[in-house]
Nanobody, 122 residues
Framework: QVQLVESGGGSVQPGGSLRLSCVAS????????MAWFRQSPGKEREGIAG???????SYVDSVKRRFTISRDNAKNTLYLQMNSLKPEDSAIYYC????????????????WGQGTQVTVSS
C-alpha cells in the first residue's frame, strides 16, 4: 500500500523560503511520477509541480522560477524548495504519486499524503 508523509510546512514572512519533503513507502521501484498540489480555503486543489521518474520537472506558471521540485529515488523522497514566497502561496500542500513513469496530467495522481500547512504572512 502506497503511503506518503509530508513535512516541512510552517509559517514564513513574504519573501522567505521553505523546503517541503515527502517520503513515499510501499513502492518497490522508482518508475513513477510525483507531484506537489496545494489547496487554499475556498479553492480547488491544484497541481503546481510534477517530476517524472527520470527527474524531469514541470511547473505551473505561478510557481515557475520560484519553486524547485526534486526527488531522491534512493530515499524515496520528494522535495519542494520554495523561495520568494508570497501570501497567495499560503495553502495546504499535498504530495501525490502516479504509478506511471512519465507525467501525463494532474488527474492521474491518485495517491495522496495528508498535507502540510504553509502560511505566508507578515
Amino acid at each position: 500500500q502506497v503511503q506518503l508523509v509530508e513535512s516541512g510546512g510552517g509559517s514564513v514572512q513574504p519573501g522567505g523560503s521553505l523546503r517541503l519533503s515527502c517520503v513515499a513507502s510501499g513502492i518497490t521501484h522508482s518508475d513513477y511520477c510525483m507531484a506537489w498540489f496545494r489547496q487554499s480555503p475556498g479553492k480547488e486543489r491544484e497541481g503546481i509541480a510534477g517530476i517524472d521518474s527520470d527527474g524531469s520537472p514541470s511547473y505551473v506558471d505561478s510557481v515557475k522560477r520560484r519553486f524547485t521540485i526534486s526527488r531522491d529515488n534512493a530515499k524515496n523522497t520528494l522535495y519542494l524548495q520554495m523561495n520568494s514566497l508570497k501570501p497567495e502561496d499560503s495553502a495546504i500542500y499535498y504530495c501525490a504519486v502516479d504509478l506511471f513513469p512519465t507525467l501525463r496530467g494532474w488527474r492521474h495522481f491518485n495517491y495522496w499524503g495528508q498535507g502540510t500547512q504553509v502560511t505566508v504572512s507578515s
